[in-house]
């Protein structure tokens, strides 16, 4: 992993932040963690700092992410970025939703902290 | 540990100088430094600092107790210390308030964390140690959990209570059956199997009980697989480093091994269950063989012949064998059917079953019949005598005499023949047998009685066979009570069809057959598999007492006559024959003299012939 690789967390909900955060924290090369709280916010995040990994939740106030989600895919400068969504368990239609509008994984929560280490050395290129 | 750095970000940092910087003399400048990096690093116009600062004032951070980090303001020459100093401490304490604060998040967050981590552990166990109801599958999911990232090798021991001592039931690493079978004769394997908590070795040179059995081991992390408060085995893990296990790593392997103890018992349990009832299948069916001579090992043959047309047809690339698929459920429920199939026959009287000849009952009454003729016999001697006493020619006497004999010797082997039910009885043969019945003999009151009683003549008078209308209901009707009795276990899912199966072996694909008289297409394929796997044991049986074991020849020739009758399935037949599944029975249970060649050239496949 680059030194100054990014990482971003959109999600209204603080906890899921927080944990997110404390999770990501224990990845090796000490990433740098950006967040944000509403969909608008997370989508002017993304454009300003182009992280290569985004955790993404669905439902937000302002902006959902589904909408977040299309935004970026329709934005050239943003096309490497890997949008993880964030889905509630058990809700297939939202992953079809989703898939459509161009996010590449998903990780149900509540997530599994291992999945969510896993899934970033992989994005990120981590040994 | 406590990642100090993590805690503030630079930019909210940045703002407290912002806000601060611009009180202190121009000149001033503020740092942070925490976890041994410098964070922020600024002057009180936002610029680089400054060389030649007169004084450099230090506010420690604490956390813990410990100093994880400090505040530093430079100040030029002149200031007055005291008001900066002030200043300082009131920017040292609202950095430490947040240092505080976000440690304590952190630390909640890495709490939950945790729980998070066994939730989805056991959430993700429960699945996967779940899968299977095979005990072997169970230790294999659960060695699967650690063979990655946690070990160098994994082993499950599995307590066995016929040998009394723990099997090595599956393992993960090089050479990992023969390290595991080195450490289970060690001293050290023989303490832990009597424990009853788990622990962690971080050095096994350390160990009195290990003599190095296997050199890779450096150390070691063990636990008892317990469910319902009974040790199951033992799951053992090793690692060629020393200190590898950490204690949260045991707490992982113990959610983990609960779990798959109790999936392990579970398995278990449902092993010896299927076992169990696979031995009650078998105590009948063996019941049934025994019970008469003239069909011993046919329930034991039948579900061989079954699996073998079974496998034939699973791998035979037919449109007409479609959507039959041999799997392991439809294996156990064939193989049972096949064994039950004449469970019926344990209430039919057995009188019934082995009637070899018509006069059968419970013993063969054509001696009893014989016994009247040699009492017709004595009469006649009885009556020579007394007319050669009266003074009769003895020429005629004794030619009367003769020819009564040779007319007695004549109807009884007459009878004997009819009684073997060996041919066919003709209308004409009734009439003699009628005849000869209608004779009359004493007894030893001195009373008169026809020689044969309406039981024996309608008995006699069978014309097929020896069962008379009666007692082939009774056969017809083992049938039936194979289906009752079936219909009163309760199978399991997997097994809801071994009555069909097993309850349609005498059905006819014309609809003739019995109990139901069912017709081809409402036989399933196994159904169908049955009554052909039923017909050519009959056939070729060893084991007969009445007649020769019959050859392969012989066995097909009537068999495809019943093809073309359309008693059984023509497809079938015709694959049974082209596979040759006869030929590879025959070699694994046919005498050599049963074996012949079978032509096949006069049985063209297909349904017109």
């Known amino acids: 992993m680059s030194k100054n690789a990014k990482i971003a967390i959109v999600d209204d ?59 970026v895919r329709k934005n050239p400068a943003l096309a490497d970025v890997i949008i993880v969504m964030l889905t509630a368990k058990g809700q297939e239609s939202d992953r079809v939703r989703g898939l459509e509008a161009g996010a590449n994984r998903f990780v149900t929560k509540p997530f599994d902290p291992d999945e969510i280490l896993d899934l970033a050395r992989e994005i990120l290129g981590c040994p | 540990m406590i990642k100090a750095e993590h805690y503030l970000k630079p930019a909210w940092v940045r703002r407290q100088f912002e806000l601060v910087l611009p009180m202190l003399p121009i000149g001033s400048s503020a740092t942070l430094q925490l976890g041994g990096k410098f964070l922020v690093e600024m002057n009180e116009s936002g610029q680089d600092l400054i060389e030649g600062a007169s004084s450099v004032q230090t506010f420690p951070l604490m956390l813990e107790g410990e100093r994880v980090g400090a505040l530093l303001l430079c100040l030029p020459a002149g200031s007055k210390i005291e008001q900066e100093h002030t200043l300082g401490g009131l920017l040292a304490h609202t950095l430490q308030g947040m240092l505080e604060a976000e440690h304590e998040r952190h630390s909640v967050a890495r709490e939950t964390l945790e729980s998070y981590r066994e939730m989805a552990l056991l959430q993700r166990a429960v699945t996967n140690l779940n899968l299977s109801l095979k005990p072997a599958a169970v230790v294999e999911a659960l ?29 993960f690493g090089k050479d990992a059956v023969q390290a595991f079978v080195k450490f289970k004769n060690s001293s050290l394997s023989a303490d832990l199997v009597a424990r009853t908590t788990g622990d962690i070795i971080n050095d096994l040179s350390s160990s009195t009980l290990w003599a190095g059995e296997v050199p890779d081991f450096r150390s070691l992390l063990w636990l008892p697989l317990i469910a319902h408060g009974e040790k199951l085995g033992m799951l053992v893990l090793a690692s060629c480093r020393t200190e590898w296990f950490s204690a949260a790593d045991l707490k992982r392997a113990q959610t983990l091994s609960s779990v798959a103890a109790t999936a392990l018992r579970n398995a278990q349990l449902y092993a010896a269950e299927q076992k169990m009832f696979q031995s009650f299948v078998r105590v009948i069916s063996t019941a049934i063989d025994a019970k008469s001579p003239y069909t011993a090992g046919h329930c034991r043959r039948v579900p061989e012949i079954a699996l073998m047309i079974a496998e034939t047809v699973h791998h035979a690339d037919s449109e007409k064998f479609a959507g039959f698929v041999l799997d392991e459920d439809e294996r156990n429920t064939m193989e049972i059917a096949a064994m039950l199939h004449d469970c019926g026959k344990v209430v039919t009287p057995e009188w019934v079953v082995d009637k070899a000849n018509k006069l059968d009952s419970i013993v063969n009454r054509i001696h009893l019949v014989a016994l009247r003729f040699e009492v017709l016999r004595r009469d006649a001697l009885l009556a020579y005598y007394r007319a050669l006493a009266e003074g009769e020619e003895q020429e005629s006497i004794e030619a009367i005499y003769q020819e009564r004999l040779r007319q007695l010797d004549e109807d009884l082997t007459f009878l004997e023949k009819c009684n073997s039910g060996g041919e066919f009885v003709s209308s004409e043969q009734v009439l003699r ?36 209308q009666e007692e082939r209901k009774i056969i017809e009707d083992h049938a039936v009570h194979t289906i009752n009795m079936l219909s ?80 059984i399935d023509g497809d079938l037949f015709d694959l049974f024959l082209s596979e040759k599944v006869y030929l590879a029975y025959a070699r694994k249970h046919l005498a050599a003299n049963q074996i012949d060649e079978v032509d096949a050239s006069r049985y063209p496949a297909g349904r017109e012939a």
């Open chain 1, 13 to 71: 909900e603080v906890h899921i932040r927080s944990l997110l955060e404390q999770t990501l924290e224990d990845l090796e090369g000490e990433p740098e963690i950006l967040m944000a709280v509403n969909g608008l916010e997370g989508l002017a995040l993304i454009e300003r700092e182009q992280p290569q990994l985004v955790f993404l939740d669905m439902m937000m106030p302002l902006m959902n992410g589904y909408d977040v989600c299309a935004a």
């Open chain 2, 143 to 171: 060695l699967k959990e650690f063979d990655r990232r946690a070990a160098d090798y994994g082993a499950v021991f599995v307590y066995a209570a016929d040998s009394g001592g723990y099997d090595l039931e599956g393992s």
């Open chain 2, 433 to 468: 047998l009628k005849s000869i019945a209608r004779q009359r003999w004493t007894d030893a009151r001195g009373q008169t009685h026809p020689l044969l009683s309406e039981n024996e003549i309608y008995n006699l008078a069978i014309q097929r066979g020896t069962l008379n």
């Open chain 2, 488 to 567: 009163q276990i309760s199978f399991p899912r997997s097994l809801r069809n071994v009555t069909e199966y097993a309850a349609g072996h005498h059905e006819r694909m014309d609809g003739t057959g019995y109990p139901h008289g069912l017709n081809r297409d409402q036989l399933s394929i196994p159904a169908r598999i049955m009554v052909i796997a039923d017909i050519f044991e009959a056939l070729t049986a060893p084991d007969r007492p009445y007649r020769k074991p019959g050859t392969l020849s012989w066995a097909i020739e009537i068999m495809h006559r019943m093809k073309l009758d359309n008693h």
